[in-house]
């Protein structure tokens, strides 16, 4: 099983970035996808996750801002981010199932 997260990149405050993370070797319908990220010095912090079935659910710093998504045919879930703010500047990863991609940065500044 291997997770590819891509689209990473810096943006200046209130632009935004979509990202992607490509999953092979396993099943990827029935997988529960979520995206995660890492500050420098905090703590790992799950942002978005979707069910097989589309159910999403955020965590509240981006609702309304980003959005989750999966594509069943091409295997890949996406994490568009809009009105991007200094604080979502991070390391995103995606997981499934405890395994975890490597990371994309996010870098916000102006």
């Known amino acids: 099983v291997q997770l590819q997260a891509s689209g990473g990149g810096s943006v200046q405050p209130g632009g935004s970035l979509t990202l992607s993370c490509r999953v092979s070797?396993?099943?990827?319908?029935?997988?529960?996808m979520r995206w995660y990220r890492q500050a420098p010095g905090k703590q790992r912090e799950l942002v978005a996750s979707?069910?097989?079935?589309?159910?999403?659910n955020y965590t509240d710093s981006v609702k309304g801002r980003f959005t989750i998504s999966r594509d069943n045919l091409k295997k890949v879930a996406y994490l568009q981010m809009n009105s991007l703010k200094l604080e979502d500047t991070a390391v995103y990863l995606c997981?499934?199932?405890?395994?975890w991609g490597r990371g994309t940065l996010v870098t916000v500044s102006s």
């Open positions: 979707i069910t097989p079935t589309f159910t999403t």
């Open positions: 070797g396993i099943n990827f319908r029935v997988l529960y």
């Open positions: 997981e499934t199932g405890q395994r």
